[in-house]
C-alpha cells in the first residue's frame, strides 16, 4: 500500500489557474432569463482527460467529446449550454453538438476539434441555434480571467447555487492551482450523476497519468453520490491541464505529484458534495457506510439498495430511525446478507446488532436523525468489503421540482 | 403452446368458499383502534400451496410458514396481525410467531403445526402478545361464514381500501368458488410486494398441481407490480382448497381444472391491480410494456428500470410526456439497449421512433398523461423478449406517508 498523499483543503471559488479565461451568459435558453450558456478557454491549448456517462443513451455532445478525446487529446475550452439537454435528438442533434462547438472554436480562433462542447437540461428537445449562436458570440467577448463565477452560475439547472473549488499545491518550487466548476443537483446515481464537471490547472501533467488519476478520483467522488438512483444521458468530466505553471511534467514519482492528485481528489470530493447537499429537494446529508460484506461488489450492491431505496430516503425527512427499512432493502440488494449478523449504527450509535434493536432510546436517535448530516454505518459481518455513498432523504420538494 | 384458458371475471366481494369461516376485530395493535387482526379457518384440513417474499431478510412468520409447508402441506387456517411485521425481532420473534400460532390452534381446536400465521407493519418491533392473545379469543368468537369483509379490513395497514375478489367455476357439475383477501400499498415491487394474500377454494385440487398453479399466476400477478420497488421482509401468498365442493381432485387435464386456473389468475390479478391502484399516495395506474428486448430477462431489467425510476414516476405526476426520461432509465437499465432503435407510445400514440421524438403534439400527450390510467409500450427493437408492470406514479403524498 501506498501512502495517500496529504489531504488538501479547497477554497470554496472559482479562482481560475493560470492562462484560463472564463464567461457566463444569457442566451435565453432559459425561459427565466437566468445565465444558460458558459465557455471556459485556455490560451494554449491544454492536455485532456475525460470520463463519460455509463448511460447507454448519451447525449449527441457526449459522443463528440468522446470521439475528440480520442482524436486528440487536446482542447483549448469548452462551451457549455443548460436548459436542452440535446440527448435523443438523433442525427440532427449530432450536427447541432457540432455547430455549437465550431461556433464557439471560430469565435476564439482554435481548431474545431479542441473545442468541446457540453449541454444539460432537458431531454428528447433540439437546440435553439440562432441563440447558442449569438450567446457564443456574447461568450467570446465577455472571457475574462475573473470569469469563473459566470461561468459555474451559467451552467445550473435545477442547482440552487453554484458549485466551485479551488485547490493548490508546490511542484517543483511553482505554485499549481486545479479548480472546478460543476453542476448536478437531480438524476443523480453513481456512476457519475446528472452533472457536469469542468476541471482547470495550470499544471503540466503527463496525460495517462492525469487521465488515470482522474478515474481514480470519479470513482471515490463522483461515483459515490446519489440523490435518486438515475444516471443521466449527459455527465461528463473533463480535465484540462495547460502547464502555464512552469513545472516539470507531474507523472507518478514526480515532485509535485502527490499534490495534483490530492488537490484533484479534494476538488471532485468537495464538488461531489455539494452536488448531494443541493440534491433536489434534499435536506439531509447522509453518510453511508457499508463493511463486512463478502466482497466489494456486494457492499456496493448493499450501499445503493439502502442508499436509493424510496422507503429508507422518505424516512430520512421524518425524524424517526425506521432501521426496518434498512434491513429491508439490505435483505433485496443481490449482496449476500445475513440478517443475524448485521449492525446498523447512527453517528455511531449502534441501534442493531445481530439483527435485532440494541434497545437504544428513541428520542437518542431521534436526536441524531433531527440533523442536517449524520453517518449510518452498517456492518453486514461475513467479510472484508466497503463502500461508501453520500446519500440525502427524498422529500416532498423532490417530487414537486419533478412533476414536470 | 396450450390455449389459454378462458378468462373469468370476478366479483369485488368476499364471498367465502363453502366449509370457510373468517373474523377480523380490533385487538389494539393499532393506535387508531381500527381492527387489525383476522382468522381465517376451513372446518376441515386445506390443502396448502404458498409462495414467499424473495427477500433475505424474513419476518419470523414467513420461517414458519415456510417450513409448515414444507412439513405438513395442510392447514385449518391462518391468523393475521397487523400493525407490527415481527421481522428482524431475533428468537424472541420466532417464539411469539410460534406462540401466537399456537393460540389461535387452541382456540380453533386444531394441530399447532396446521395454524399458519402472518404479519404486517412495522419491521423491528416486538408483538404485543397479550393483545394478540386476546385478539385470538375475540377472533375465534367471531368466526363467521360472512366474516370475509371483517377479515379484509382487518389485514389493512396503509391501505384506503380492503381488496378481495371471487370468481366461480364449474367443476364435474359442482360449482367451486375461489376467494382472496388481500392488503398491500406500499413497500411493494416485484418478486411479491409488501403484501399479503389469502386465498380460499372450497374445490378438491390435487397439491403438487396447486402449487405449481399458484407460481405461475403469482408471477403474472404481484411479481408484476410496483409501487415503490422495495421488496419486503414479510410477504405470503396463500392459498387453501378444503374439496368441500365435491369435485373430483383438480389436476391438469381434468375437467374444471382451466376453470380453477382461470379463477386462480383472475382473483390473484384483480387483487394485484388494486394494490397498485392504492399504491401509497398513487392517483395513476400506468401499465408498462416493453417488447423488443434481446430476452425476456433484458425485457424485465427495462420495464423495472422504468417503472421503478423516481424521475419517471414524479413526471407521471404533472400531466407532461417527459419521455426523455423513459429513454434516460432504459440506458442505465441492464437491459441492452440501441436508443436508435427505441419505440415509445403513450395509450397507442407512437411518441418515439428510432429514438426521437415524432413530432406529436404535446396536447394530445397530455390528454393521455392526465387520465387515471394510461398504458406506454416500450419497443427496444432488439429481439422477442417482452415483459410488463403494473405501476404507479409517485406523488407528495407518498413521501407524506413513509417520511416516519
Known amino acids: 500500500m501506498k501512502p495517500t498523499p496529504k489531504k488538501i483543503r479547497t477554497t470554496e471559488k472559482a479562482v481560475l489557474p493560470k492562462g484560463f479565461r472564463a464567461a457566463?451568459?444569457?442566451?435565453?435558453l432559459k425561459a427565466s432569463g437566468a445565465a444558460d450558456m458558459a465557455l471556459i478557454v485556455s490560451d494554449t491549448a491544454a492536455l485532456v482527460a475525460a470520463t463519460f456517462t455509463t448511460n447507454q443513451v448519451r447525449a449527441a455532445t457526449v459522443r463528440l467529446d468522446a470521439a475528440r478525446l480520442a482524436e486528440v487529446g487536446a482542447a483549448y475550452g469548452v462551451v457549455v449550454n443548460s436548459g436542452q439537454a440535446n440527448a435523443c435528438t438523433g442525427a440532427?442533434?449530432?450536427?447541432?453538438?457540432?455547430?455549437?462547438?465550431?461556433?464557439?472554436?471560430?469565435?476564439?480562433?482554435c481548431a474545431e476539434e479542441m473545442m468541446w462542447v457540453a449541454s444539460t437540461g432537458r431531454i428528447g428537445v433540439r437546440l435553439e441555434m440562432d441563440k447558442i449562436r449569438s450567446g457564443i458570440s456574447k461568450l467570446a467577448k465577455a472571457l475574462s480571467p475573473t470569469g469563473g463565477e459566470d461561468a459555474a452560475r451559467a451552467i445550473m439547472t435545477t442547482d440552487t447555487r453554484p458549485k466551485r473549488h479551488t485547490a493548490t499545491?508546490?511542484?517543483d518550487g511553482k505554485t499549481c492551482r486545479l479548480t472546478g466548476l460543476a453542476k448536478g443537483s437531480g438524476m443523480i446515481a453513481p456512476n457519475m450523476a446528472t452533472m457536469l464537471a469542468f476541471l482547470m490547472t495550470d499544471a503540466a501533467v503527463d496525460r495517462r497519468s492525469m487521465q488515470k488519476a482522474l478515474g481514480e478520483a470519479v470513482a471515490k467522488s463522483f461515483n459515490c453520490i446519489s440523490v435518486d438512483g438515475d444516471t443521466s444521458t449527459n455527465d461528463t468530466v473533463m480535465l484540462m491541464a495547460n502547464g502555464r505553471a512552469g513545472n516539470a511534467k507531474l507523472k507518478p514519482g514526480a515532485d509535485g505529484w502527490d499534490g495534483f492528485v490530492a488537490a484533484l481528489e479534494a476538488v471532485t470530493a468537495a464538488l461531489a458534495e455539494d452536488m448531494v447537499r443541493d440534491g433536489e429537494g434534499a435536506k439531509k446529508l447522509v453518510r453511508l457506510r457499508v463493511t463486512g460484506a463478502k466482497s466489494a461488489a456486494d457492499a456496493k450492491e448493499a450501499v445503493r439498495a439502502v442508499g436509493e431505496s424510496f422507503l429508507v430516503k422518505t424516512s430520512w425527512v421524518g425524524t424517526s430511525p425506521n432501521w426496518g427499512r434498512i434491513m429491508d432493502s439490505l435483505g433485496y440488494s443481490k449482496a449476500k446478507v445475513d440478517e443475524s449478523r448485521v449492525a446498523i449504527a447512527y453517528d455511531g450509535v449502534v441501534t442493531v446488532k445481530g439483527g435485532v434493536a440494541t434497545g437504544v432510546k428513541q428520542a437518542r436517535l431521534e436526536k441524531i436523525l433531527a440533523k442536517n448530516e449524520f453517518s449510518i454505518d452498517i456492518d453486514l459481518g461475513l467479510g472484508r468489503g466497503e463502500a461508501y455513498l453520500l446519500a440525502c432523504d427524498c422529500t416532498e420538494e423532490y417530487v414537486g421540482i419533478n412533476k414536470v
Open 169 to 171: 499545491w508546490k511542484a
Open 92 to 109: 440532427a442533434g449530432a450536427a447541432d453538438a457540432k455547430e455549437e462547438a465550431r461556433t464557439a472554436a471560430e469565435a476564439v480562433g
Open 24 to 28: 457566463g451568459v444569457a442566451a435565453g
